[in-house]
């Protein structure tokens, strides 16, 4: 059991790492689902204190690094919108001013449509609840 636990753990700790560093936001949860392990294994094998402590630090970190990243997500998703506000004629929009757009949020062309996409699929949802 504790040997199942501590693979999983560091299969899911470095996973996370793996992941935040390709930027994914997902590392972060499988930070957390591996400090969950990580605290399981050091309660059940021999209670280690230090240990424990140590990643239920490890986890309120995780989870303030998750929150900040959604919340910049968000963040920028609204720097988009703005952005093509100012545009004008956004039906006739063309390459040139969608990339300057992009540039000034600082963020890549693939990132923006996702954004929006991601965006448009979320108000179409909340028009269909009305």
């Given amino acids: 059991m504790v040997l199942t636990l501590s693979i999983l753990g560091s299969i899911f700790s470095l996973g996370g790492n793996i992941l935040i560093a390709l930027k994914k ?6 930070w957390i689902v591996g ?15 230090p240990m424990v402590v140590m ?17 910049a997500e968000w963040y920028r998703t609204e720097k988009i919108i703005d952005a093509f506000n100012k ?13 300057q757009a ?18 448009s699929k979320a108000l179409r949802g909340f028009d269909n609840e009305e």
């Fill in 35 to 49: 400090n969950i392990l990580w605290i399981a294994v050091n309660i059940i094998d021999t209670m280690n204190v």
């Fill in 102 to 119: 992009m540039k000034n949020v600082g963020m890549s062309a693939e990132e923006a449509m996702k954004s929006m996409s991601d965006f």
């Fill in 87 to 99: 545009v004008p004629h956004i039906n006739a929009i063309n390459a040139e001013q969608l990339s």
């Fill in 55 to 71: 990643y239920c630090v490890y986890m309120v970190i995780n989870v303030i690094g998750f929150i900040k990243w959604h919340r």
């Fill in 25 to 30: 936001k997902s590392g972060w949860l499988a």
